[in-house]
T-cell receptor, first 111, second 114 residues
Framework: SQQGEEDPQALSIQEGENATMNCSYKTSINNLQWYRQNSGRGLVHLILIRSNEREKHSGRLRVTLDTSKKSSSLLITASRAADTASYFCAFSSDSNYQLIWGAGTKLIIKP | ETGVTQTPRHLVMGMTNKKSLKCEQH?????MYWYKQSAKKPLELMFVYNFKEQTENNSVPSRFSPECPNSSHLFLHLHTLQPEDSALYLC?????????????FGSGTRLTVV
């Protein structure tokens, strides 16, 4: 299927530690995006990385993209309790403008 | 506030009821989307409108009926739903369907069908 796959499904770490989430896909992509969703609310766009880019930063967020391995990772440095949320990757392929979504990683930051 | 407003936030309805979900955006976006989010499943795209025209209907049952009177407003009319339709319904918008550089989502409507 075209669905993105994220791992881990759940991640629990201490405040201050770094959190890494991974996303893999099977098609050629145009871009890959990461979103955050706080419990029971809408998704918030975090960062977009284009297929010709390898790394992007936004504040405490760092996203990498390896098109040869068809994978991306999201690193949150110096985690805070407010980072507790579910994180989703989504990508659009060259042939289809629709975003294809992963099932998400649930991140819990323990104080 | 994200700029995309969904109402109501919560809705409980019986299987024989008719209700509507509303989505409104004033971001100047031309594409609007309805998604269904169920527990432990990826987001399911339901409908896409681009410049008020429906461009996608992902095999959604006819008990869900979308309406897009203008580029700023999107409705989802609900009729004779089933308990398995209980989910979080999310509306999103983007510049247009080919401008895939980030969606703006509303906070969602939590629907419970009893």
């Amino acid at each position: 299927s075209q669905q993105g796959e994220e791992d881990p499904q759940a991640l629990s770490i201490q405040e201050g530690e770094n959190a890494t989430m991974n996303c893999s896909y099977k098609t050629s992509i145009n871009n890959l995006q990461w979103y955050r969703q706080n419990s029971g609310r809408g998704l918030v766009h975090l960062i977009l990385i284009r297929s010709n880019e390898r790394e992007k930063h936004s504040g405490r967020l760092r996203v990498t993209l390896d098109t040869s391995k068809k994978s991306s990772s999201l690193l949150i440095t110096a985690s805070r309790a407010a980072d507790t949320a579910s994180y989703f990757c989504a990508f659009s392929s060259d042939s289809n403008y629709q975003l294809i979504w992963g099932a998400g990683t649930k991140l819990i930051i323990k104080p | 506030e994200t700029g995309v407003t969904q109402t109501p936030r919560h809705l409980v309805m019986g299987m024989t009821n008719k209700k509507s979900l509303k989505c409104e955006q004033h971001l100047g976006h031309n594409a609007m989307y309805w998604y269904k989010q169920s527990a432990k499943k990826p987001l399911e795209l339901m409908f896409v409108y681009n410049f008020k025209e429906q461009t996608e209907n992902n095999s959604v049952p006819s008990r869900f009926s979308p309406e897009c009177p203008n580029s700023s407003h999107l409705f989802l009319h609900l009729h004779t739903l089933q308990p398995e339709d209980s989910a979080l319904y999310l509306c999103a918008s983007s510049q247009d369907t080919e401008y895939n550089y980030g969606y703006t989502f509303g906070s969602g409507t939590r629907l419970t069908v009893v």
